[in-house]
């Protein structure tokens, strides 16, 4: 099946959205982000977002400049932050007349079997209902030391969990490139063959800012596990969702592994 193909088939979607696209000066893009969101909801396509921001939306409240260090700090930034998250999300979402649904999750809860049924059972009776559950991972109970890192991770294995046809990992970069993209050496990747090492692309590390955790690093290793477990994945700017919706060709496509 060709990438547009497999897109236009996708019934259901898991899409993820990193601190930085949603915060600070990318704060205007979460009206477009919604509005993209719904017009897929709208035509019938089940939707589950998979938001960062808690943190960085709450340490203003705090008075912090930057992304606290210390876990207590992080824990009440989300405490505050998640709230704040939650609220705007729904109001914009009621413009288009959809409810949605919190669901936090810890890394305990997708490797408890018991944990991992319930919250299946929640986000499925969300989708049913016509809902668009939102997930992020639970800050204020995780560890430095138990916890997702990035929910990069987190969409992957959400995308897994509730079988979804298509993830989609949102960013501020367009695609995925074999250098980074204002080296002049870049060179855009439109498709990722599945078991594609990567090896003439320079990833770099995983990055830690004044608003979140990811980069391309972790983008390639969450779109990796979806992958493996047969589900496609495209990694496109955040504010191109609605290009993707309307079914324009945009960002980077992985082919998934398939399964008998």
Avoid: C
Wanted: net charge negative.
């Amino acid at each position: 099946m060709t990438t547009r193909a497999a897109l236009d088939a996708a019934s259901r979607i898991v899409v993820k959205v990193g601190s930085s696209s949603i915060s600070g000066e990318r704060e205007h893009q979460v009206p477009g982000l919604v509005d993209a969101l719904a017009a897929w909801r709208t035509a019938g396509t089940e939707v589950v977002l998979v938001s960062s921001g808690a943190i960085a939306i709450g340490a203003p409240f705090l008075k912090l400049t930057d992304r606290p260090q210390d876990l207590a700090t992080q824990q009440a930034a989300a405490a505050v932050g998640q709230n704040l998250l939650m609220s705007r999300y729904q109001e914009l979402f009621s413009r288009h007349s959809i409810i949605t649904g919190q669901v936090l999750l810890t890394v305990g809860d997708m490797e408890n079997e018991t944990h991992r049924t319930n919250a299946l059972r929640t986000m499925e009776r969300l989708l049913g209902l016509g809902m668009v559950p939102i997930v992020n991972e639970n800050d204020t109970v995780a560890t430095q030391e138990i916890r997702f890192g990035d929910n990069d991770r987190l969409a992957a294995l959400v995308s897994e969990l509730v079988s979804a046809d298509l993830l989609v990992l949102l960013s501020d970069v367009d695609a995925l490139y074999t250098h980074p993209p204002q080296d002049p050496r870049a060179k855009r990747l439109d498709v990722v063959a599945y078991g594609d090492d990567l090896a003439y692309v320079e990833l770099g590390e995983a990055m830690v800012n004044s608003v979140g955790t990811g980069g391309a690093v972790t983008k390639v290793s969450a779109a990796r596990m979806a992958t493996a477990a047969g589900i496609p994945t495209l990694l496109a700017a955040t504010d191109a969702l609605s290009d993707v919706v309307a079914g324009k060709t945009v960002g980077t496509w992985f082919d998934p592994q398939v399964l008998d």
